[in-house]
Structures are given as structure tokens and as C-alpha cells.
């Protein structure tokens, strides 16, 4: 649905310059640069593993903003199709779904360092095997499991080789959103920030479904 | 149009249910009186790592410190003590409550 739109981006308005040639303005230089999207990912990492580097926060100090930028990420990449079929082709919609993938690739990478600082806090495998079997340990492993080949098949060249399967293995981010909730309510023994991130995507998912069920309905 | 707005006024209720903040985690809640009758933090992990413990990390939880760390035996946990008397009162792993002080 979205490749009829790919050839959108954000038309500022551009106004001659005194020697009358068109200059695209910067913000909208900005705004089309993919790479200017990347790096506004990555500065919620480089915040804190700055902070982490000056000594100010320890290992266990970085399991949470890591895990909770994954999350976040994860749940907007996962938005922006029920978004588009409820809302329409809205340019700034758009501009997001052509950026889809950098939001997966960075729920993913963020979900590595959330592994890699895990790793470190506990130090050794005795204690991470220790707690392996803890409902709020082995659901963020299992969702880690589920991330790996969807991460590793989000480039052109998979999608191509899987042709239809692309899809279907893409759509391993369901379940593995459903495990990232359970791992997040049980990790923090407190229902409140998982639920406040999951259920506006949860409700988009079921508006959705109402509406493409309701769409059937009335074609028959 | 009625979807959208539905939609947006639950996500709006959800915020608001969401952002009521959660102070303690309710795990362990100590009854020690004022502040000032307290031990000091730095009196609890100097206790503990005479005794064998690597403290990681402490704060206050539920009006009691909560140190996150490795036990003498070697186990990382997340264990209570009583801001008065520095008693230990629980020590936990995640899934796993290994030591739990009677009454509490």
C-alpha cells in the first residue's frame, strides 16, 4: 500500500534567492536526508551510554532506558500501517512509513544493548541462568529470539529472495510484541509505563481489524 | 471520524490512568518512623560488605533500603533491610524469593 506513495516527501515551499535560483531550504534538506533520520535514533543511545562512559550510571542503570527505546520504536514502526489504513495518505504518515525500517532496525539494535548491558550487570552465566525460568526473564529472551531473523531480513535483498514469505516472517514482530509486554509487566512488577506504550498500539491494531472487518462486511 | 475520536479519547483516558505514579513496589514496606531515627545507607553497605555482600547499587523502597547486589553465597539479588536496625528482611532473585523475615 505504501510503495503508490514512496515517491512523496515534504514540499516546503522553496523561494528563489537574489540571484534567482531555487535553493531547497535547509529544514527541508534535513527532513528528506535519511541519514539525519538515523542519527535522531541514535541520540537517545548516545545520551546515555554517554553517561554511562562518565561513570554516572552503572550497567543496571541502562537495562531501562534501553529496553524502553526498543519498545518504543518497535511500537511505532508497528503503528504506522493501522495508522495509514485509518487515516489515509497523510504526507507526514508517509514520510514515517518511508522510514519504517530504521524504526525496526533500531528497536532491534537498542534490544541488543539492552542484551549486551543484561550481560554485563549479571556478570556471569550461573546467575542469568538462575533467574532464566522467571516469567519476566524468558519472555524477554523468547522476543529476543523473534527480533533476530526480522532484523536480519530488513534490506532490500531479503525482500526480494523471500518474496512472499518476506511478509509472513516480518509478521514474527506480533508475537514478539505480545512477549515484550509480558517481559516489561513482570520485570517492573508494575503494570502502569508497559501499559501506557502498548495500548494506544493495541487499540490502532483493533481499529483496524474493526474496520477492514466492517469493509467486508458491507462488500458482501 | 466517531473511530477516531473514540480512539483518541481511550488513548487520552490511558494516559491519565497511566501516569497516576507508583512511588513503591509494594514488595517489602517497613514501618521505621522518621527519617532522621535512620541508619545511613553508607552504614548498611559497609555492613554488608564486611560481612561478604557486593552492593551494587541501594536505595529506599517502600520506607526500607533496597540494595541490589551479589550475597556472600554469590547470588545476584535484590534484597530489604531495615533502615533501624539494618536487618535483613528479603532477598530476591527475579522468580525466585530466597529468604523472606516472618511478619513481613
Known sequence: MCLEY???????????????????????????????????????ALLILQRYASGELIAMDMLHPTGEWSARFMIAAMALSPLLSLLGPRPWLIWLIQRRRALGV?????????????????????????????????????AM????????????????????????????VYPAAVLVLIHWIFIHNNLAPALLHFIPLLLLVAARFLRHRRLILKGA | MRLLTSLSLAALATIACASVPASATGVITCKAGPVSGWKSEKALTEKLTKEGWTVRKSKVDGGCYEVYGTTPEGDRVEAYFHPVTLEKLYVARRGEVLFRKKGY
Not at chain 1, 109 to 124: C, K, P, W
Open chain 1, 6 to 44: 514512496c515517491g512523496c516527501r515534504f514540499n516546503l515551499r522553496v523561494a528563489p534567492n537574489q540571484t534567482g535560483h531555487y535553493q531547497k531550504p535547509m529544514l527541508r534538506i534535513i527532513l528528506n536526508n535519511k541519514s539525519a533520520f538515523w542519527a535522531l535514533l541514535c541520540l537517545p
Open chain 1, 106 to 142: 533500531a528497536a532491534f539494535v537498542y534490544a541488543v544493548l539492552h542484551l549486551i548491558f543484561y550481560i554485563i550487570d549479571m556478570g556471569n552465566l550461573d546467575d542469568i541462568l538462575a533467574e532464566f525460568l522467571a516469567l519476566g526473564i524468558w519472555t524477554g529472551w523468547a
Open chain 1, 145 to 172: 529470539l523473534l527480533f533476530v531473523p526480522v532484523a536480519m531480513t530488513s534490506n532490500d535483498a531479503s525482500m526480494r529472495a523471500l518474496k512472499a514469505g518476506w511478509k509472513r516472517l516480518q509478521r514474527l
